[in-house]
């Protein structure tokens, strides 16, 4: 029991001398990355990842020790690419390129002078501004590919976001990797009874460098 109360005081204390020379921070930067991207579709569809880009600005408010907020405009693309055993000489890849503003908690832990571990959860929106085919040989019927015909049928996406990854601080400025996962609430296509999909949600992979200078 002392064990645990003495921990507990050298914990309260160290947050304490933490807050007392703890200094607020505004930066505005750049991030880039790559993207892993599916949709969830329902009925499913045999895929493998789309690898492709996101890039964009990013702010980032500490307002308190350990703790900040995060907001980011990027330019994603994203899309899916699909695989078919039963059917390997067909091939189908769509990219939807959106524009995406997450707004993260950012939380941070000083490991040394120079070194943070960063987690960031939140809220993402985005807009659907363009799609395209980018590989079809596929031969279009009712049964089992007529979505193929389809263009996305609903521009505005959101979901979730959350994940995790390290920042290095140097004279010239803040660098953080990270990486991401976002579930995506909301569908690409309608889905009523009546349509083909009853869902169709993005699910993402980001891996991203950004780069921070305070203001």
Known sequence: MRIVLTGLCLAI??????????Q??????????????????TPSIRQNKLIQGVEGLS???????????????NYSQRGWTEYDPDHPEEHYTRTLNYLE??????????????????????PQAGYLLNEQVLESNVVV?????????????????????????VELQTEIGNFMLDGRYYYGLSDVFKNSRADYFASSSNQIINVKLTYLFKL
Do not use: M
């Not at 204390?13 to 703890?22: G, P, V």
């Not at 089992?144 to 263009?151: E, G, P, S």
């Open 13 to 22: 204390f160290q947050f304490i001398f933490s807050q007392k020379d703890f």
């Open 24 to 41: 607020k921070e505004l930066s505005l930067g750049v991030n880039g990355g790559v993207t892993f991207s599916s949709i969830s579709f």
């Open 59 to 73: 702010l980032r408010y500490i307002s308190e020790s350990n703790v900040g907020l995060l907001f980011e405009i």
């Open 101 to 122: 503003c997450p707004a993260f908690t950012h939380v941070y832990y000083n490991t040394g002078k120079h070194f943070r571990v960063i987690a960031n959860l939140g």
């Open 141 to 165: 019927n009712q049964e089992r590919t007529q979505y193929h015909t389809l263009k996305a049928q609903r521009r505005f996406d959101w979901g979730l976001c959350f994940g995790g990854g």
